[in-house]
């Protein structure tokens, strides 16, 4: 099976709104409520893929026991552990006029030392039946800011690989850790390394300890700089739609094709197929699948020459 | 004891932000979370000054669960009736930098017949009980617009005395069923008659049918039209601060002066000194007891001369 790690979980709220008017009164007229945080969204996709999936990760309260309910429905094993504080909101306010979103993220409960050691007894067991494990999202406080570099050794001690998908000083100190893969998008990349020229900035993330960095170009693909090569998957044109949840299918469609022993490129195909049939889902997070299915023998793969 | 009816409880929240970027995505700083609806508002104010106040209504899912929760540690009785539908949220996002709001507010669950014919059994049994019963909020999603008239009408078949304070089409309608009084704000009041002229205004709302009306002023305070009288209560000058609840609050205030048989005048008093309390206070919503009790001598009352 594969897992997910989800510290953070989010129940993730849309509402849909005529015109937003800072400062008005809003009459909600659509209410979406869905299991959220980026290691779930993972998960539903590899579940829809047809993969064993499972999430664990920190839970609790109210919107905790509703994440939970809804997760049920979904083709994902809950392994989730309970913490005392109420898993946080996220709110997609979605401007019907414009097609714009604001967005409201909570900050998430405080974990305690005690919650953190029982989610690493969970995690320590979870590692054995895996094949690969996907540590994704932020921190909820009370969380030390090296816990993913803390889960990364624990994967490596365990023969299990590790996919690092975070930010900021968790990303840092998780990559020191040396994951087998880490995901960054451009602004995250940037922010790890200094760099904006992609090509540049992808290997000197891989310099900090990651075996092989993916980091997302948006429209233009995804970059992989991997032990085996450096290459570029590119979807054919330009898609309209909603980006929301597709670095999240991305990371899926990685985790997908290392536990089926797909090459590098293939693997990569996999991965832009499922972030372009995201962007051109109606639902934000759902990727459509006539499209990836229509999508995967056009996406172009070139290979980049070694770095200096 | 006091009845208030909530058809429409909601579970509210509060965000805190740096500052408002339409468009943009925020972290939350701050989350509040409070059991809502009018008619709980007003409740919790009668529980604060002594009276025993019963909420009853509609509420039900994981958010009505929480909502009764944290009802459950207020000086008043839950009374509410339970549906299969989720309690419906309203959202103030508060921009730090400015203090201004923006307010969302979901629809709330459709309710089925068999919930509204369990609720008026509910009701039926607690207007037994009841000194008064205040009837407030808009209506969910299922149930018809002339509820109010229907639930008006069985509490004078109670004798019980009935406060009315909605809005629109369900306004117009319970107004019909010549409730004892009705609370419009100015904007209720100028829909209602299509008259923004005060006095005039709270005369056309009583020859619908109220036997008294209150119009809340805003910071002029409030003008009641009673078959005893006409008066109106004036605070001590302009006060800053949040005017949510403060209608709510005048509500509490003129159950709480009609059940201790205060004349008029009196009634209005404390109803002015309640809602310009709760302006104060700096919790939305509740009021500051030592500005109540330091503004009740202050309020000034005037009498009106008898529409012509």
Redesign the interface.
Known sequence: MILTVTLNTALDLT?R?PA??????????E?DERPGGKGLNVARVLGALGHEAVVTGLAGG??G??LR?RLAGLPVRDALVPVAGNTRRT?A?V?AATG????????GPTVTPEEWAAFLTTYESLLREAEAVALCGSLPPGIHVGAYAELVRRARAAGVPALLDTSGEPLRRGIAARPDLVKPNADELAQLTGSREPLRATHAARRRGARTVVSSLGPEGILAATPEGIWQATPPGKVLGNPTGAGDSAVAGLLSGLVDALPWPDRLVRAAALATATVLAPTAGDFDRASYEDLLPRITVTEHAPAA
């Open positions: 509402y709104v937003l008017v800072p400062h008005g009164s809003h009459r909600v007229t209410v109210p919107n026991e509703t309910d709110l306010v401007d714009d979103t604001t967005q409201f993220n909570e900050p």
